[in-house]
């Protein structure tokens, strides 16, 4: 006959404890006491007649036996609630919350909605215009689409695509102050979508980083600093996925051939009860669908330039590097 297990909420405390390495973040995640969570350990360690933390350090540290419970605890709680997530949201039917980068939202997920909505008519979705990574944790938000380095804590992330950037300029702008070589740059404005980091990355590939100070405006996301270029207020550094709509339609021109691939790139995250439900799924499956759709249908990029840019006024459309591999 099989052994009785332990009783569940010592093991949840054990589990929020191992995980937070703190018994005063265990109360706080679980709405309890601190002394109720070392309680609940006690009792945990008493059944099991072995310690599972060793005592006396400021951060909480497994013994061996407690490193060993630890992982079989979290699959159990995960799957509980995986399977939870699937008695509340059987279909693929109701609301989902998404938030998502500014300028992936306004210029390539908003445009391509039609096509979630036809295949899935019953679901209803509240988008977000936000890169904040708190809200993968947040009850208000079901999906997370972000910019960043990856590897958030505690949730289920996947790489969605990597991409390239390049200047982009109106051809208003073009026309009437032309680009026929990267010294021409310090004749326009520098539209930033960040602190700058992404324009000192380009004008060291291109062998300007030294060039003169240039007008320059600093704008709250490459969303505004692509509209901006857009009309004709400056040279922006545009994308390979939120620009290439922008590009195709002539509205954009990029005056140099050369591309530096982006610091971060781009992830889909959601906590793990919510990657579970069917209707969370088959979002990330679409998004991910067209992603990888669109990559296959594009041409060939030219090869990246190293040094120097080769100045170009042709208009080409921007290529769409989609890697998809999944992290835990």
Not at 58 to 64: A, D, N, S, V, Y
Not at 106 to 114: E, Q
Not at 223 to 244: H, P
């Amino acid at each position: 006959m099989a052994s009785r297990l332990p009783p569940l909420n010592p093991l949840r405390a054990f589990e929020a404890a191992a995980r937070r390495g703190s018994i005063s973040a265990a109360a706080r995640e679980l709405s309890v006491t601190h002394g109720a969570i070392s309680h609940q350990i006690r009792s945990l360690e008493e059944t099991l007649k072995t310690a599972l933390f060793e005592r006396g350090g400021k951060r909480l540290k497994l013994t061996p036996q407690g490193a060993l419970l630890l992982p079989a605890v979290t699959q159990a709680f995960d799957g509980i609630a995986a399977a939870t997530a699937l008695m509340n949201r059987p279909s693929t039917s109701g609301s989902l919350r998404i938030s998502c980068v500014p300028a992936l939202l306004s210029l390539w997920l908003v445009p391509r909605l039609g096509s979630f909505t036809d295949r899935y008519p019953e679901i209803s979705l509240t988008l977000t215009s936000s890169n904040d990574s708190s809200l993968i944790y947040s009850p208000d938000i079901d999906i997370a689409i972000l910019y960043g380095p990856g590897g958030w804590k505690d949730c289920w992330t996947r790489l969605w695509s990597t991409f390239d950037l390049f200047p982009v300029v109106s051809p208003t702008l073009l026309n009437t102050r032309p680009l026929r070589s990267t010294r021409d740059l310090r004749d326009h404005v520098l539209l930033h979508g960040d602190d700058g980091r992404e324009w000192r990355s380009w004008l060291a590939a291109a062998d300007e980083l030294d060039m003169p100070k240039a007008r320059e405006h600093f704008m709250g996301d490459a969303r505004l600093s692509t509209e901006a270029a857009r009309f004709g207020q400056g040279v922006a550094l545009g994308d390979s996925i939120t620009a290439s709509s922008l590009i195709a339609a002539g509205e954009l021109v990029i005056p140099f051939d050369l591309a530096v691939p982006a610091p971060d790139a781009f992830y889909v995250a959601a906590r793990n009860d919510v990657r579970a439900a069917p209707i969370a799924k088959v979002f990330i499956d679409w998004i991910f669908d067209m992603i990888e759709t669109e990559r296959t249908a594009q041409p060939r990029p030219a090869s990246r330039t190293s040094g120097r840019s080769l100045p170009s006024t042709r208009k080409r459309n921007a290529n769409t590097t989609a890697v998809l591999s999944e992290e835990s």
